[in-house]
């Protein structure tokens, strides 16, 4: 048996050094996924009295990017627009009938979709998600359904399950910009997996509580690789912040609420630091979608664009975005193209060495030449679906709208007389249409979209499937 312990000694040792060079082929990947942020939101992208430091800091170190765009301008579709690389008009994720999915929904992301968690398990990624998912409340179709080892959130939006007695958050918000609600007045779940910890979540300290497990989740899984999905429920309303932020921003509850968002950020780029992983963690920031300008100062703001939350004008889907990867991404460089969150699948199978789904359509192009400096963005166009429908499109400079829904109440929408050309480079913020000077560009893109819509096979409508009782 002693003649074979040097062999044995060896074999181990080989087996050790193939597992720290498949580590450091196979980065770590950190999403950070708000909900409701604008894109003027944080300091980096142009807030002015809203404290972000630490975001602020990431973008220096990093590379920031103008033009991306979250998959919709609202929960649900974003979010599986994120997770699976696809329009969700393709998997039933966006609807004409329910605008998300509710706690009476009966339905959710469908099972056959593939997930960036099971992307990364074909290298054995460990995966864990905290925060809010919305793709589905029932077993069938919660993260540990959905490639996730591990999950503890909020299953859908936290001003869900409302309890009658409540106040009117809507008029105590216009009302006063420090209104604070009370966790019980929303009987959210908390969960682990698919079983309940805590009813009503408690909500002053959720946005320390997905922190604390994040932080914990990179630290368990240091040696890598990981998958870490980090969606907050904030700044979506009811405001909530923990006591060392509240009341401190100038800016009101939704600062202090960001400003506490900052601190988590900061939290996990510190931890990552801290255990030398950083060099091998690829971190992205990025929001679900523009703010809600109806809960006024309790929404955020999308700066110099236009409207927010619900509609296809920039400031429903353009997001402060930063991708961060010490001494890989260039520090303190910036993107100018477009991106859109359905390009992660793409991008993080092309870093991973994993293949995506090819006996389905996707919408995912590889942004990774453009993060690591070698190429401009691939991304040319872009299409915009709400409710079900196509509202617009982008191509280069130039986006048309067919259709357009209301800033305050996203829940009404006009078909346009004729449609409204915008050179969205120059004109920012959708000031001034330029149709009728550009006829020949605005037949161009009809033609896009009327192409584009014989390319969609629609999928049942996942959202309106009620639940059974």
Known sequence: MYRYAPLIVCLFLSLMFARVARAADTPNVVIIFCDDMGWGDVGCFGNPTIRTPNIDRMAAEGQK????????????????????????IRNGMTSPKRVVLFPDSGGGLPQEEVTLAELLKQK?????????????????????????????????????????????????????????????????????????????????????????????YIREHKDGPFFLYL????????????????????????????????????????????????????????????????????????????????????????????????GTIEAGSEVTGMGCTTDMMATIAALTGTQMPNDRKMDSLDLSPTLLGKAPSPRHQMYYWTRGDLHAVRDGAWKLHIKVRDPMNYGRVEVLKKPEL????????????????????????????????????????????????
């Open 422 to 469: 915008y050179n969205v480079e120059v004109d920012i913020s959708e000031k001034f249409d330029v149709a009728d000077k550009n006829p020949e560009i605005v037949q161009r893109l009809l033609k896009m979209i009327e192409d584009h819509k014989a390319d969609i096979e629609p999928h049942e409508d996942m959202l309106a499937i009620p639940l059974k009782k």
């Open 231 to 326: 969606a907050h429920n904030m700044p979506h309303i009811p405001l909530f912040a923990s006591e060392r932020f509240r009341d401190k921003s100038i800016r009101g509850l939704f600062g202090d609420v960001v400003e506490e968002l900052d601190w988590s950020v900061g939290q996990v780029l510190d931890t990552l630091r801290e255990l030398k992983i950083e060099k091998k963690t690829l971190v992205m920031f990025c929001s679900d979608n523009g703010p809600w300008l109806v809960f006024g100062t309790h929404g955020g703001s999308a700066g110099p664009l236009r409207a927010g939350k619900g509609t296809c004008w920039e400031g429903g889907q353009r997001e402060p975005t930063i991708f961060w990867w010490p």
């Open 65 to 88: 990017w103008t033009q991306f765009y979250a998959a919709a301008p609202i929960c649900t579709p974003s979010r599986a627009g994120l997770l699976t690389g696809r329009l969700p």
């Open 124 to 216: 054995n990624y460990a995966t864990g998600m905290f925060g809010k998912w919305h793709l589905g409340h029932l077993p069938q179709y919660l993260p540990i359904a959905q490639g996730f080892d591990e999950y503890i959130g909020i299953p859908y939006s936290n001003d869900m399950d409302r309890i009658a007695a409540a106040p009117n958050y809507h008029k105590e918000a216009w009302n006063d910009a420090r209104y604070r609600a009370l966790s019980e007045h929303y009987n959210v779940p908390l969960m682990n997996g698919e079983k309940i910890i805590e009813r009503p979540a408690d909500q002053d300290h959720i946005t320390r509580r997905y922190t604390t497990e994040a932080v914990r």
